[in-house]
């Protein structure tokens, strides 16, 4: 049995992986405590259902997004922008390496499989796409604030955009077995038509 100070850590990344190359509901608790090398005792005091470690396992994947966000900021307003595009593939570019293929978007994934199912994690996973638009906006109005965006193009509705098309790439990606680099250049290109000219 593994250390109980890193218990609950364990147990959150070892669903992260289940969950990600498997599904939500394909994996049994007793499952994930072999995965992680815990009791079933110690996921329930850390956890009391499957759906909050399903929270706990969303808010890994969101610190882990965000990270990569800030990770390559880029010098100009152009470079920031293309660097959510840079982000999202680098992300599903480890996936692809470690999975040895896409396997989709770990909120993408959990809203389909259970937003329909689970209202309390549906809302959990609303306010993590929230985040996510949020975040993305920023960089928008950047870019608007430095010129970078082309005439009449509204920061708010690029992010709102992005989103939808990032998390529409990596599904089609998954379904039609394409390569991570499909998902970022797909992003790159929809940010591109709403630069200015010359933008570099």
Same mark, same amino acid.
């Given at each position: 049995?593994?250390?109980?100070?890193?218990?609950r850590e364990?147990?959150?990344r070892?669903s992260?992986?289940?969950f %990600? *190359?498997?599904?939500? @509901? $394909?994996?049994?608790?007793d499952? !994930?405590?072999?995965?992680? /090398?815990?009791?079933?005792?110690?996921?329930?005091?850390?956890?009391?259902?499957?759906a909050?470690?399903?929270?706990a396992v969303?808010?890994l994947?969101?610190?882990?997004?965000?990270?990569? %966000? *800030?990770?390559?900021p @880029? $010098?100009?307003?152009?470079?920031? !922008?293309?660097g959510?595009a /840079?982000?999202?593939?680098?992300?599903?570019t480890?996936?692809?390496?470690?999975?040895?293929?896409?396997?989709?978007?770990?909120?993408?994934?959990?809203?389909?499989?259970?937003?329909?199912?689970?209202?309390e994690l549906?809302e959990?996973?609303?306010?993590?796409?929230a985040?996510?638009?949020?975040?993305?906006?920023?960089?928008?109005?950047?870019?608007?604030?430095d010129?970078?965006?082309?005439?009449?193009?509204?920061p708010?509705?690029?992010?709102?955009s992005?989103?939808?098309?990032?998390?529409?790439?990596?599904l089609?990606?998954?379904?039609?077995?394409?390569?991570?680099?499909?998902?970022?250049?797909?992003?790159?290109?929809?940010?591109?038509?709403?630069?200015?000219e010359g933008?570099?």
């Amino acid at each position: 049995m593994g250390r109980t100070s890193d218990s609950r850590e364990r147990i959150v990344r070892a669903s992260a992986r289940l969950f %990600l *190359s498997r599904s939500y @509901g $394909a994996v049994s608790v007793d499952e !994930l405590c072999a995965a992680a /090398d815990v009791r079933k005792g110690s996921f329930y005091y850390f956890f009391p259902s499957k759906a909050e470690l399903a929270k706990a396992v969303i808010d890994l994947h969101t610190d882990g997004l965000f990270a990569q %966000l *800030s990770a390559a900021p @880029g $010098a100009s307003a152009a470079e920031r !922008l293309r660097g959510v595009a /840079d982000a999202v593939g680098a992300i599903q570019t480890r996936f692809e390496s470690k999975y040895g293929r896409i396997v989709g978007c770990p909120f993408g994934n959990l809203a389909a499989e259970l937003s329909t199912v689970d209202d309390e994690l549906r809302e959990h996973l609303a306010s993590t796409f929230a985040r996510w638009e949020r975040e993305f906006a920023v960089v928008c109005h950047q870019a608007r604030a430095d010129g970078a965006l082309r005439e009449g193009v509204d920061p708010d509705r690029l992010a709102h955009s992005l989103l939808a098309l990032a998390q529409g790439q990596i599904l089609l990606a998954k379904v039609a077995n394409l390569s991570a680099a499909s998902i970022s250049a797909a992003l790159r290109e929809h940010i591109d038509v709403h630069l200015r000219e010359g933008v570099a």
